[in-house]
């Protein structure tokens, strides 16, 4: 099913994106907290890069902002 492209819908992806990087963000430091975690766990915390996640914000933020404009 196809969704426009309007600025309620381009909130509401960029709201989702929003609280996707707040949940991982703090479920990352709650296991970075956690007493006798592996190794290999603890350097896959450290290894995530939200960049791309922030990008597609970014994004996302910008179409919204140029839709509004045209309004």
């Known amino acids: 099913m196809r969704v426009n492209k309007t600025a309620n819908n381009l909130q509401k992806v960029w709201d989702d994106l929003d ?5 991982i963000e703090n479920s990352m ?3 970075s907290r ?8 603890k350097d896959s915390i450290e ?3 939200f960049s791309a996640i922030v990008g597609l914000k970014n994004e996302v933020e910008e ?4 839709l509004k404009g045209e309004i």
């Open 34 to 41: 956690m007493s006798n975690i592996p190794k290999d766990l």
């Open 19 to 23: 609280n996707a990087c707040g949940l």
């Open 47 to 49: 290894s995530i890069d």
């Open 63 to 66: 179409l919204l902002e140029n």
């Open 29 to 31: 430091e709650k296991l």
